[in-house]
């Protein structure tokens, strides 16, 4: 199957700092990517929708002007998480969707757990 | 509201024996459905996805599609310690959209 690299896997950061969360798809173009957010023993939710060359596309609820994200190619997509509040502790993960095979099926990165101290 | 639902278990499986999940979903139109595999503390991953009613088989795996009863099942047979997980079903309509998911059910193959 393809392969979605995340960076960093961890990080612990002081409130108010900003984090940058790398997405990278390795063996595939994805021109969607998508960022979700999971706490512990909760299902995953979808932030946004990340299109390669145009903006993101938020759900509902998620401030756009905290949670940056940035899709300049077809195989990274970042998110930084700006004044990060120890709330936004979490376990952050993207997704990419992998078209070539004609399934659109989804692969996910190995996360990036956040705490924010 | 597109919703998918899963019983959240936690179901217990003797080793050997065959798991059966399920999972509704609300959207009639919706045409592909996906199930991920999520170990505590890891992400999901994609185990098997199906689009056309009836089984799909992969391994020990088997999907099974009911789009006039909006049901989707997974069966893992001869159950292994290793399958313990929490089982996501996902909802992703056409197949080039963001895919809902359900809550998960959280399985355990008893040694």
């Known amino acids: 199957g393809a392969v979605v690299s995340q960076h960093p896997s961890w990080v612990i950061c002081k409130s108010g700092t900003s984090v940058k969360i790398e997405c990278r798809s390795l063996?595939?173009?994805?021109?969607?990517m998508f960022w979700y957010r999971q706490f512990p023993k909760q299902s995953l939710m979808l932030m946004a929708t990340s299109n390669e060359g145009s903006k993101a596309t938020y759900e509902q609820g998620v401030e756009k002007d905290k949670f940056l994200i940035n899709h300049a190619s077809l195989t990274l997509s970042t998110l930084t998480v700006t004044s990060a509040h120890p709330e936004d502790s979490s376990f952050y993960i993207c997704?990419?969707?992998?078209?070539?095979?004609?399934?659109?099926?989804?692969?996910f990165g190995p996360g990036t757990r956040l705490t924010v101290t | 509201q597109k919703e998918v639902e899963q019983n959240s278990g936690p179901l217990s499986v003797p080793e050997g024996a065959i798991a059966s999940l399920n999972c509704t979903y609300s959207?009639?139109?919706?045409?592909?459905f996906f199930w991920y595999r999520q170990y505590s503390g890891k992400s999901p991953e994609l185990i098997m996805f199906i689009y056309s009613n009836g089984d799909k088989e992969d391994g020990r795996f088997t999907a099974q599609l009911n789009k006039a009863s909006q049901y989707v099942s997974l069966l893992i047979r001869d159950s292994q310690p290793s399958d313990s997980a929490t089982y996501l079903c996902?909802?992703?309509?056409?197949?080039?959209?963001?895919?809902?998911f359900g809550t998960g059910t959280r399985l355990t193959i008893i040694p």
């Open positions: 997704s990419a969707r992998d078209v070539a095979g004609g399934y659109h099926e989804q692969y």
């Open positions: 063996d595939f173009q994805a021109t969607t």
């Open positions: 959207d009639r139109g919706s045409q592909s």
């Open positions: 996902a909802d992703g309509n056409f197949g080039n959209e963001k895919l809902t």
